[in-house]
């Protein structure tokens, strides 16, 4: 959009190209930032009445980008640390002939020489992966710093401190699961919209354990209640991804959310009870729609390993029967018979598996559930990200470029069209830009003689 973002220029915007394709009435999801704009954009559809599946998961927040304002706010009880820890690589590393006497330094230490890259503030996941990269080298970094302060006549609180490398080394362990959540949430080959809850879960799991920490504990709470602002009301879309698994069901919905809550004291219980509700009034929509389809069954999936996030589920089984769920389960519809049947089917959490093909199973067994599998489908192929629709985007800037400023639109379209076939042909179209990233903080490594080679700005 080359005019303001406004929300009547977004849903204008949005709304053409529904209807140059034609699909006005077939759009089941809009996954959007948190931008005030987007969200009264939604309201215009709303209007115009276009929903799918009764509008439950018409409007999806992009999880990631809240997770991105969940980790800024800690960043910025602890940014007077990680200020320092900066301040330090950027001067060792501003001066070839300073470089080189830190690499003579790392060599004393039994270090190989390494550069390292700063962050840039607007990424918190760059200033992870500068922490990581730096914690290996944290007494050198300080030892030969703090030196040089103490040479040049600077006061020592300008110093590193070990507080200071403890900070950096439990924050990359907290942001470790932030990290792992964005990455996994930003998919584009598999269902996100299962994953959602299981990422809740270990992000809460974190909060919870650090949030009485000395040193980090300020910069926890204000994750938490950031955290709390958005998903103390758990999505309906998030629900239904655990609910459609079955490996968990309702009645593991409703564990994880138990946990979830004791972790950052939140009652879901009415929430758990307007969720069932939810699923059955959804799921007599796709009744009348699919009521009367039948398929063949298909040769059943293979099993394979467990995931580590299926130990809360596994306890589950010690905690409480599975009767007293299947119970509480049939009191909630008199109708949906086929649901009710999924739903009360043995919970068995031993059957998780690191790489189960959810979409799989559910097309192994359409011939069990013929609406609740179309219910299933639907679900699992909500993106609960914007990233991948982002970096698609960014692809443009290193294609369009000074060398390049003669190009015409139709090779411009070319170009893009043939990497993203071949992205998409290797399944790296998600991939590619955050891998280059990475390695623009991780391969840094010099040899000690190219010590003095010229300094990477």
């Known amino acids: 959009m080359d005019f303001a973002h406004t929300a009547?220029?977004?849903?204008?915007?949005?709304l053409s190209v529904l209807e140059t394709y034609d699909i006005t009435h077939r759009i089941l999801s809009i996954t959007l930032d948190n931008a005030s704009a987007n969200t009264k954009s939604i309201a215009l559809f709303t209007e115009r009445n276009i929903q799918q599946a009764g509008g439950y998961f018409f409007h999806q927040r992009c999880a990631c980008h809240?997770?991105?304002?969940?980790v800024q706010s800690g960043l910025k009880k602890v940014s007077n640390r990680i200020e320092r820890i900066r301040d330090a690589i950027s001067w060792i590393g501003s001066s070839n002939p300073r470089f080189q006497e830190f690499g003579r330094h790392c060599t004393l230490n039994g270090l190989r020489p390494r550069r390292f890259q700063t962050d840039m503030p607007v990424r918190w996941n760059s200033t992870y992966l500068m922490?990581?990269?730096?914690?290996?080298?944290?007494?050198?970094i300080s030892g030969f710093y703090n030196m040089k302060l103490a040479e040049s006549g600077c006061p020592p609180a300008q110093s590193l401190t070990p507080d200071d490398w403890y900070v950096a080394k439990i924050f990359v362990e907290f942001l470790q699961v932030f990290y792992n959540a964005t990455v996994t949430l930003s998919g584009v080959y598999y269902p996100t919209s299962s994953q959602a809850i299981h990422q809740i879960v270990e992000m809460s799991d974190m909060l919870n354990t650090?949030?009485?920490?000395?040193?980090?504990?300020?910069?926890?709470?204000?994750?938490?209640?950031?955290?709390?602002?958005y998903w103390s009301e758990m999505p309906f879309l998030y629900a239904l991804g655990v609910i459609v698994d079955p490996r968990i069901k309702l009645a593991g919905l409703e564990y994880l959310l138990e946990f979830t809550g004791n972790k950052l004291s939140i009652d879901y219980s009415e929430q758990i009870t307007d969720i069932r509700n939810k699923l059955f009034e959804v799921f007599s929509i796709y009744e009348r729609r699919f009521g009367?389809?039948?398929?063949?069954?298909?040769?059943?999936?293979?099993?394979?390993?467990?995931?580590?996030?299926?130990?809360?589920?596994?306890?589950r089984k010690k905690d409480k029967s599975a009767s007293s769920s299947s119970s509480t389960t049939r009191s909630a519809a008199s109708s949906g018979a086929e649901l009710n049947r999924f739903l009360e089917a043995q919970f068995d959490a031993d059957e998780n598996t690191e790489n189960f093909d959810l979409l799989l199973w559910w097309k192994t067994y359409s011939y069990r559930y013929p609406v609740l599998?179309?219910?299933?489908?639907?679900?699992?192929?909500?993106?609960?990200?914007?990233?991948s629709s982002e970096q698609a985007f960014s692809t443009s800037g290193r294609i369009i470029?000074?060398?390049?400023?003669?190009?015409?639109?139709?090779?411009?379209?070319?170009?893009?069209?043939?990497?993203?076939?071949?992205?998409?042909?290797?399944?790296?179209?998600?991939k590619t830009v955050d891998e280059q990233f990475i390695q623009n903080f991780s391969n840094l490594y010099v040899d000690e003689g190219s010590a003095s080679s010229q300094v990477q700005n």
């Open 66 to 70: 809240i997770i991105n304002l969940v």
């Open 8 to 14: 009547d220029n977004i849903f204008a915007v949005i």
């Open 373 to 387: 599998s179309h219910l299933a489908r639907d679900i699992l192929v909500i993106p609960v990200s914007t990233v």
């Open 131 to 140: 922490l990581k990269n730096c914690l290996e080298y944290d007494t050198t």
């Open 292 to 315: 009367g389809i039948h398929t063949e069954p298909s040769p059943e999936p293979d099993r394979q390993p467990l995931p580590t996030s299926w130990s809360i589920l596994k306890r």
């Open 210 to 229: 650090y949030r009485e920490d000395d040193l980090l504990g300020d910069a926890v709470v204000a994750m938490e209640t950031k955290f709390k602002k």
């Open 401 to 430: 470029e000074p060398r390049r400023n003669c190009l015409t639109p139709e090779m411009v379209e070319v170009l893009i069209c043939i990497r993203d076939w071949e992205h998409a042909r290797k399944r790296m179209q998600n």
